[in-house]
């Protein structure tokens, strides 16, 4: 005999039962009470819905399309395209249930391609990137490490940085133009870049001679050099900026 079923009443989007034990009566989750099984999905429903890229062929113009598309947006070295489109090649195939094998070694070809036609340059890549990390105040083994994770061999990352001095000490091109009039490591003469970044990362973090309260500046010397520390620069060029009394600009300002 089936024992009567349980009064229950649905508040929102749960049923509650009421439950009554001896003297104690009280209302209790319907779904606390039963074990639920979900009904297995299909393979189809687990993947991803498609996308309008995902329409047409997948062949090596499929490929050189979403490099394009890449490429309007961002600067990349040839490392950096292989690893992009390999990624949108295998997020495609799950989505569509297609072989990637098809195209797969064709991303070689689509990459040496693009960068004959100067849509990729390795060496205009690191450029700007050398350019703008010193802007930021990067240490040089900062800018090794990030370029040489993007791809680029250090023997290109070496000879950027020879014209980029050979730029510095003829006074002309663009590594002068990165330290502006207004930048107090602008005024570093002969202009070291290395120096000129570390004064930039002190201004910006207002320690060594940015730092404004003269008597805890000595108490927290070691706690400056660990700033500049951690951000690769030497020990001698973090204890030339930490110790120095004045800016770049003040220095320059007293000598006129």
Not at 46 to 71: F, I, K, M, N, Q
Not at 104 to 110: H, L, Q, R, S
Not at 169 to 182: D, V, Y
Request: glycine share 8%; charged share 35%.
């Amino acid at each position: 005999m089936r024992p009567p079923p349980i009064p229950g009443a649905r508040v929102g989007k749960r049923w509650l039962a009421f439950e009554s034990t001896g003297s104690i009566s009280r209302f209790v989750s319907v779904q606390g009470m039963e074990t639920h099984r979900q009904s297995p999905r299909s393979s189809d429903a687990e993947r991803p819905r498609r996308r309008r890229t995902d329409v047409g062929p997948l062949d090596p113009a499929w490929l050189e399309r979403e490099a394009v598309s890449y490429l309007a947006r961002w600067e990349a070295t040839e490392h950096g395209l292989t690893e992009t489109l390999r990624k949108r090649l295998f997020a495609r195939c799950e989505r569509t249930g297609e072989s990637p094998e098809q195209v797969e070694d064709a991303i070689g070809d689509v990459v040496s391609r693009l960068a004959a036609k100067g849509y990729v340059d390795d060496h205009r890549f690191a450029e700007h990137t050398f350019a703008r990390a010193r802007r930021e105040g990067r240490s040089r083994s900062q800018i090794h490490a990030q370029l040489r994770a993007k791809g680029i061999d250090s023997g290109l990352i070496e000879r950027i940085e020879l014209a980029r001095a050979s730029a510095l000490e003829n006074g002309a091109g663009e590594a002068t133009e990165t330290l502006s009039h207004s930048d107090d490591a602008a005024h570093l003469e002969p202009i070291d870049e290395e120096l000129a970044a570390a004064f930039r990362t002190a201004r910006k973090r207002r320690i060594g001679p940015y730092f404004e309260d003269v008597k805890r500046r000595v108490e927290l010397r070691d706690k400056h050099l660990g700033v500049l520390a951690r951000r690769g620069f030497s020990r001698e060029t973090a204890y030339l900026v930490i110790e120095a009394d004045l800016t770049p600009q003040e220095l320059e300002e007293r000598g006129r």
